[in-house]
């Protein structure tokens, strides 16, 4: 799975692919209707990747992220420092495990 997270001024967009092992692609994008950060973002576009796979039944992931920041942070490498992010960890350990 690749995912992806964006903030500007012109607005916040997520996206991830997520591939399963058939080969099978499946896209998925949405704009957030909320103000956030970039990391905000990409823990979003995190969830969003991570519940696509769950909906189409995949259940063994490599993950992939051009920030490092998300995926150090749920490996437990990196401290969370940013109180607005703490919620994404429980949540997505949940939808992993």
């Known amino acids: 799975m690749f995912f992806d997270g964006a903030s500007n001024l012109m607005g916040h ?18 704009r957030l209707d909320f103000e956030c950060t ?24 490599e993950v992939y992220d051009n920030s490092a920041l998300v995926i150090h942070q749920l490996r437990d490498k990196w401290e969370m420092r940013d109180h607005k992010l703490i919620p994404y960890q429980p949540y997505i350990q949940d939808l992993i495990s």
């Open 13 to 30: 967009g997520i996206g991830a692919i997520v591939m399963s092992s058939q080969g099978k692609h499946i896209l998925v994008t949405t």
């Open 38 to 61: 970039n990391n905000i973002a990409e823990y979003e576009a995190c969830t969003l990747g991570l519940q696509a796979a769950l909906d189409n039944s995949i259940t063994k992931l």
